[in-house]
């Protein structure tokens, strides 16, 4: 299930992991884990802000995938689904069909 998360970190703890390598290698690691089909880092609100892209296999993963940001980086962890472009037209299409099929 293509999945959006939104990795806050809050500037103190992210000044002791950057000087003490955390930041990169906590980074480094969920890039090679999840594999995302993007990535994205920026200040947010004063704040170190990732976005990741990825596929969530199952949401059993999510512990393994969140963890490491809440305990290393003392990070807020936020994750939606999300669709691309085909993924929404598949599924409006999917809707009018059944719609269509229920006014019948």
């Known amino acids: 299930m293509r999945t959006l998360m939104r990795v806050s970190i809050p500037v103190e703890s992210g000044n002791r992991a950057i000087k003490d390598g955390n930041l990169e290698r906590t ?20 704040r170190r802000t990732c976005l990741m892209v990825f596929d969530l296999k199952s949401p059993a993963d ?12 003392d990070a807020s962890v936020e994750m939606h689904t999300v669709m691309n472009v085909e993924d929404l037209k598949k599924g409006l299409s999917s809707m009018l069909e059944h719609q269509g099929a229920v006014r019948r």
């Open 27 to 46: 980074i480094q690691g969920a890039m090679e884990r999840l594999r995302p089909e993007a990535a994205y880092f920026y200040p947010e609100n004063g």
């Open 62 to 73: 999510v512990p393994a995938i969140a963890e490491p940001f809440f305990m290393e980086l």
